[in-house]
């Protein structure tokens, strides 16, 4: 079954304990990125990628790295967790060909930073 | 930066009735436009697509409008049913980078 796969789908950490969000997608796609949803400000861009090695902020990247070292897969990094942090992530992968469509989205992960 | 402009922010309608959603967007340079919906405690999924060649699209129940010149693109929802009922997102692109912005989002509530 052609998917986005993201884990886990929750996760409570405490501030500043480094955590990485997994991301694999099945459907061969060149691009893949991350977003972040909190309530009345709708999906924000965090990280979005090209293909292998080609990575791009989008409109909320602080705190957060990405690497796309593999097709497939494309974590999502945060180094030091903040509160501000907390919010629904959802990755998402979309076929290239020259010119992007919509975006697949994984299931989503709910990250609390206390 | 670019900015993606979605209203109403909440919108109430008898089930029958047909229901529209506004997107501005401030990049003359976005060539695509898709529409998600997205149900409560799901992902957002794709509905329905258009491309800056073209201005209106149809499938079924559902349709989108471009208006280049005025940089506005809408969604038609004719015949709603409460299955309709769920948060819907426009968002706009440009070329072949992979950015892809989000308006807020429209709660669409469809009553029986």
């Known amino acids: 079954e052609a998917q986005v796969t993201q884990n886990p789908r929750y996760l409570i950490t405490v501030t500043g304990k480094k955590l990485t969000v997994t991301c694999s997608q099945n459907?061969?796609?060149?691009?893949m990125s991350w977003y972040r949803q909190d309530p009345g400000l709708g999906l924000r861009q965090i990280y979005y990628s090209m293909n292998v090695e080609v990575t791009d902020k989008g409109d909320v990247p602080e705190g957060y790295k990405v690497s796309r070292k593999e097709k497939r897969n494309f974590p999502l990094i945060l180094e030091s967790p903040s509160p501000n942090q907390t919010s629904l992530y959802f990755c998402a992968s979309s076929s290239g060909g020259g010119i992007i469509s919509g975006y697949t989205f994984g299931s989503g992960t709910r990250l609390t930073v206390v | 930066g670019e900015n993606v402009e979605q209203h109403p922010s909440t919108l109430s309608v008898q089930e029958g009735d047909s229901a529209v959603i506004k997107c501005t967007y401030s990049?003359?340079?976005?060539?695509?436009f898709p529409w998600y919906k997205q149900e409560l405690g799901k992902r957002p999924q794709l509905i329905i697509d258009i491309r800056s060649n073209v201005g209106e699209k149809k499938d079924q129940r559902i349709a989108v409008t471009l208006n280049k010149t005025a940089k506005h693109f809408s969604l038609h929802i004719t015949e709603t049913q409460p299955e309709d009922s769920a948060v819907y997102f426009c968002a706009a692109s440009k070329g072949n980078t992979g950015k892809l912005i989000f308006g807020q989002g429209t709660t669409l509530q469809v009553k029986p």
């Open positions: 459907m061969n796609h060149e691009y």
């Open positions: 990049d003359s340079a976005s060539n695509y």
